[in-house]
T-cell receptor
Framework: DTEVTQTPKHLVMGMTNKKSLKCEQHMGHRAMYWYKQKAKKPPELMFVYSYEKLSINESVPSRFSPECPNSSLLNLHLHALQPEDSALYLC??????????????FGPGTRLTVL | AQKVTQAQTEISVVEKEDVTLDCVYETRDTTYYLFWYKQPPSGELVFLIRRNSFDEQNEISGRYSWNFQKSTSSFNFTITASQVVDSAVYFCALSVHVQGAQKLVFGQGTRLTINP
């Protein structure tokens, strides 16, 4: 079973709203990732958590705040976003930490629209 | 530089034709890993294959095959007897070592359309 789930599937929010994206995996993976994907572009890495600790932050603006409550869950808290933050947000997980190039398995993504 | 180039932005073929998607990579690592992912219109990235740099054996999985050539830094993907369900964006990716961790560097993707 290589399933990563993400909720919600679609999200529309205003620039003053606070919302959260959720990601869950039950494969026992110890690394989890957030990516942002704009239309017709490849995914761009935002954050990496390894063993529930933030391992990589790709200089993401502070209006995006990740959280890893346990090894199965990954959240992305959103606050005061801009219209240019509208994108597909993808979550992924891999078996071990990011120090070894394990295969990353992706969820279906959340399509975010910021008005 | 560590990068992946997918020179074909879009490819359109008729069903049952064979099609090859090109991937050329650059890396300074002596050991590295390459991946192919498929992204259908639904948005999810579906893992297809992982190949490490010390295994140059070509691989076949049903209608899919991969040709890895270190001499030309290429990792091409061929679909035989294409089907409409193969329509998707395909990404080639390279795993690179950054800040004591690994991250995926994606190519720009190739949008493949299979017409009935």
């Amino acid at each position: 079973d290589t399933e990563v789930t993400q909720t919600p599937k679609h999200l529309v929010m205003g620039m003053t709203n606070k919302k959260s994206l959720k990601c869950e995996q039950h494969m026992g993976h110890r690394a989890m990732y957030w990516y942002k994907q704009k239309a017709k572009k490849p995914p761009e890495l935002m954050f990496v958590y390894s063993y529930e600790k933030l391992s990589i932050n790709e200089s993401v603006p502070s209006r995006f705040s990740p959280e890893c409550p346990n090894s199965s869950l990954l959240n992305l808290h959103l606050h005061a976003l801009q219209p240019e933050d509208s994108a597909l947000y993808l979550c992924a997980s891999s078996q071990t930490g990011p120090r070894v190039p394990d295969t990353q398995y992706f969820g279906p993504g959340t399509r975010l629209t910021v008005l | 530089a560590q990068k992946v180039t997918q020179a074909q932005t879009e490819i359109s073929v008729v069903e049952k034709e064979d099609v090859t998607l090109d991937c050329v990579y650059e890396t300074r690592d002596t050991t590295y890993y390459l991946f192919w992912y498929k992204q259908p219109p639904s948005g999810e990235l579906v893992f297809l294959i992982r190949r490490n740099s010390f295994d140059e054996q070509n691989e076949i999985s049903g209608r899919y095959s991969w040709n890895f050539q270190k001499s030309t830094s290429s990792f091409n993907f061929t679909i035989t007897a294409s089907q409409v369900v193969d329509s998707a964006v395909y990404f080639c990716a390279l795993s690179v070592h950054v800040q004591g961790a690994q991250k995926l560097v994606f190519g720009q993707g190739t949008r493949l359309t299979i017409n009935p």
